[in-house]
């Protein structure tokens, strides 16, 4: 069940096993971009979609959303938005500590730090239901935006952890490497 709290998009997150191929994508059929990303992200265009499974049971679908110049290999450089569809509902505590384990493996990270951080991100991030859509938007050098539907929920003005808490999904380093794939599959410059 702990495994199953990544839920989040945020990042959402991405740390459960499980089937995560192109072929096992987001299949929403929606191809425009939601008012939520149209305003935050201009030039919006869809890089790809994905889907998290645990033991097969769907957890949610994901659509990430790029500008033109997006690069994958230096994701961390551009502005993005990742909309989650949740299949389970979680709790956001649950979301963050999941989050932050996710996080520390892409950075070592000191204990203060750490704590800090999944204090932010518990403050931040909702519990969900099954059909609840998150999104969130980064800014490099800014941190992180969260929306649920269209309700803004807030923001983390931490460029870092902006950056760390994207790389769940889009790191080399993502427990997920099917679902990074997926994500990335339809990118303007590609995948690295």
Same mark, same amino acid.
């Given at each position: 069940?702990?495994?199953?709290?990544?839920?989040?998009?945020?990042?959402?997150?991405?740390?459960?096993?499980?089937?995560?191929?192109?072929?096992?994508?987001?299949?929403?059929?929606?191809?425009?971009?939601?008012?939520?990303?149209?305003?935050?992200?201009?030039?919006?265009?869809?890089?790809?979609?994905?889907?998290?499974?645990?033991?097969?049971?769907?957890?949610?679908?994901?659509?990430?959303?790029?500008?033109?110049?997006?690069?994958?290999?230096?994701?961390?450089?551009?502005?993005?938005?990742?909309?989650?569809?949740?299949? $389970?509902? +979680?709790? /956001?505590?649950?979301?963050?500590? =999941?989050?932050? @384990?996710?996080?520390? #493996?892409?950075?070592? *990270? %000191?204990?203060?730090?750490?704590?800090?951080?999944?204090?932010?991100?518990?403050?931040?991030?909702?519990?969900?239901?099954?059909?609840?859509?998150?999104?969130?938007?980064?800014?490099?050098?800014?941190?992180?935006?969260?929306?649920?539907?269209?309700?803004?929920?807030?923001?983390?003005?931490?460029?870092?952890?902006? $950056?760390? +808490?994207? /790389?769940?999904?889009?790191?080399? =380093?993502?427990? @997920?490497?099917?679902? #990074?794939?997926?994500? *990335? %599959?339809?990118?303007?410059?590609?995948?690295?």
């Amino acid at each position: 069940m702990k495994r199953w709290a990544l839920g989040c998009s945020l990042a959402v997150a991405t740390a459960l096993a499980g089937a995560n191929s192109p072929e096992a994508g987001a299949s929403s059929g929606v191809s425009a971009p939601s008012q939520v990303v149209r305003q935050s992200l201009a030039g919006a265009m869809l890089a790809g979609e994905g889907q998290m499974r645990f033991l097969g049971l769907r957890i949610y679908d994901a659509r990430l959303w790029v500008t033109p110049r997006f690069e994958a290999q230096a994701f961390g450089a551009h502005p993005l938005a990742l909309e989650l569809t949740y299949h $389970r509902a +979680f709790t /956001g505590a649950a979301i963050a500590q =999941r989050s932050m @384990e996710e996080i520390k #493996r892409q950075s070592p *990270l %000191a204990p203060a730090q750490a704590e800090r951080w999944q204090q932010r991100l518990t403050e931040l991030l909702p519990d969900v239901q099954q059909g609840d859509r998150l999104t969130g938007v980064y800014q490099p050098g800014q941190g992180m935006r969260l929306w649920r539907g269209s309700q803004e929920l807030g923001a983390i003005d931490d460029a870092e952890l902006g $950056r760390l +808490f994207f /790389g769940i999904w889009l790191s080399p =380093r993502t427990s @997920e490497p099917g679902l #990074r794939s997926a994500l *990335l %599959a339809r990118s303007p410059v590609g995948t690295p």
